[in-house]
């Protein structure tokens, strides 16, 4: 027992850590885990100007919140802004939002997306794919005009799983989301630093900070290939707890042999040889 705690204080910290203690754990843990993806991937380097993307949910709120937080840390300096695109998906005001950044005194540009907003009225029914696009060019005009040279998503751990899931039964390719990567004509660097923080740990976090979380229509929707895949995971982790970190430690400690891509196998392909003739069931 520490000497300055008497025998009653002792007991309570071992019944239950008072919740000031869980939130430092808390913080720290995030901290780690961010600092760690953007030490490793190279995300953020001296003198960048990173937008971060706000969705309106807990996982972006809380990237927002470890980029300031590393950034008083950081032995490089790089600035921070936020913006939120608006494609006419809310359920409800995003006001909220705004109001608690500028409380914190934290530079937020909102920005109602006008073809975005013409394409729900045109095809209420779109799909992902054209709803992503639009967001794509919007989020590059945004960063542009608030000079940022980083863009930075609020992907979690789940998210780089359940996409690695999904593409390999559904497209038929084994790959996630890239952590870190460019815009097509090379004026971004997208990063993702949430890669290795599991949603727990950024809904205790946005709990913690009391961030107004503003739902967007399509996370309510049942039926999908992910909702299925979340509630995959959700049974398999009352057995298996730590299932995600293990598929992302996957992710960096690929075993092409194992694999079928003729691309990384060795075949002694310098060596010539009859071609195995392909037999077909005629
Ligand atoms: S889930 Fe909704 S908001 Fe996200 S890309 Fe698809 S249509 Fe757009």
């Given at each position: 027992?520490?000497?300055?705690?008497?025998?009653?204080?002792?007991?309570?910290?071992?019944?239950?850590?008072?919740?000031?203690?869980?939130?430092?754990?808390?913080?720290?843990?995030?901290?780690?885990?961010?600092?760690?993806?953007?030490?490793?991937?190279?995300?953020?380097?001296?003198?960048?100007?990173?937008?971060?993307?706000?969705?309106g949910g807990k996982d972006s709120a809380t990237m927002l919140e470890a980029l300031l937080l590393l950034q008083k840390r950081a032995p490089i300096n790089f600035t921070v802004c936020a913006f939120t695109v608006?494609?006419?998906?809310?359920?409800?005001?995003?006001?909220?939002?705004?109001?608690?950044?500028?409380?914190?005194?934290?530079?937020?540009?909102?920005?109602?997306?006008?073809?975005?907003?013409?394409?729900?009225?045109?095809?209420?029914?779109?799909?992902?794919?054209?709803?992503?696009?639009?967001?794509?060019?919007?989020?590059?005009?945004?960063?542009?005009?608030?000079?940022?040279?980083?863009?930075?998503?609020?992907?979690?751990?789940?998210?780089?799983?359940?996409?690695?899931?999904?593409?390999?039964?559904?497209?038929?390719?084994?790959?996630?989301?890239?952590?870190?990567?460019?815009?097509?004509?090379?004026?971004?660097?997208?990063?993702?630093?949430?890669?290795?923080?599991?949603?727990?740990?950024?809904?205790?976090?946005?709990?913690?900070?009391?961030?107004?979380?503003?739902?967007?229509?399509?996370?309510?929707?049942?039926?999908?290939?992910?909702?299925?895949?979340?509630?995959?995971?959700?049974?398999?982790?009352?057995?298996?707890?730590?299932?995600?970190?293990?598929?992302?430690?996957?992710?960096?400690?690929?075993?092409?042999?194992?694999?079928?891509?003729?691309?990384?196998?060795?075949?002694?392909?310098?060596?010539?040889?009859?071609?195995?003739?392909?037999?077909?069931?005629?």
């Amino acid at each position: 027992m520490l000497p300055w705690l008497g025998e009653n204080r002792a007991i309570h910290l071992k019944l239950a850590p008072p919740p000031i203690i869980e939130s430092v754990h808390l913080e720290k843990t995030l901290l780690r885990k961010v600092g760690e993806a953007i030490h490793r991937f190279r995300m953020i380097r001296d003198g960048d100007r990173v937008a971060v993307a706000l969705s309106g949910g807990k996982d972006s709120a809380t990237m927002l919140e470890a980029l300031l937080l590393l950034q008083k840390r950081a032995p490089i300096n790089f600035t921070v802004c936020a913006f939120t695109v608006e494609q006419g998906k809310f359920l409800s005001s995003i006001e909220p939002v705004g109001d608690y950044l500028k409380q914190r005194g934290i530079p937020w540009t909102y920005y109602r997306d006008t073809p975005s907003l013409r394409l729900l009225e045109d095809q209420p029914e779109h799909g992902c794919d054209v709803c992503s696009r639009f967001r794509r060019r919007a989020v590059y005009e945004i960063a542009a005009g608030l000079g940022a040279n980083v863009i930075a998503f609020g992907h979690t751990a789940d998210d780089f799983c359940e996409a690695l899931l999904r593409n390999a039964m559904f497209t038929g390719k084994l790959s996630a989301l890239p952590p870190i990567t460019t815009s097509r004509n090379g004026d971004y660097r997208l990063i993702r630093p949430l890669v290795y923080v599991t949603e727990d740990i950024t809904r205790a976090y946005a709990e913690r900070l009391g961030v107004p979380v503003v739902p967007c229509g399509c996370s309510q929707r049942t039926g999908t290939v992910r909702r299925t895949l979340r509630d995959m995971f959700a049974e398999l982790e009352v057995d298996y707890p730590h299932l995600k970190e293990t598929m992302l430690s996957a992710m960096g400690n690929l075993d092409p042999g194992r694999l079928l891509d003729t691309r990384f196998l060795n075949m002694r392909q310098d060596e010539p040889q009859e071609l195995f003739p392909i037999l077909s069931e005629a």
